[in-house]
């Protein structure tokens, strides 16, 4: 949490300033502060980056986007009344996020 209020101290700070440099012109907040976002992300993008890395090598191998297909077994009835068991292959889900 306190990384976070960190962070939006900065941007804060970093909103006013461009506030101040526009000669104190209001009706501007919302463009400064979607400015000061853009110029904090930028300066913390590395540290980003290196935090995704850490989780991805903690778990010890980058995770595949395919995942193996599954068997499953169905029954199906025939004509006789007795019950067939096939093996279909399921289709591949791909994993998100």
């Known amino acids: 949490m306190s990384q976070t209020k960190n962070i939006y101290d900065e941007i804060a700070k970093v ?5 101040e440099s526009s000669g104190g012109m209001h009706g501007r907040e919302l463009e400064n502060w979607f400015a000061a976002e853009k110029i904090v992300m930028e300066m913390h ?11 991805t090598s903690a778990k ?26 096939t093996k279909k292959k399921s289709p591949v889900k791909k994993k998100t996020g």
């Open 15 to 19: 909103a006013y300033e461009l506030f």
């Open 60 to 85: 010890g191998k980058k995770s595949s986007s395919k995942t193996e297909p599954k068997i499953v077994k169905t029954s199906k009835k025939t004509s006789e009344g007795s019950s067939k068991t």
């Open 45 to 55: 993008s590395g540290e980003i980056e290196q935090d995704a890395s850490n989780v």
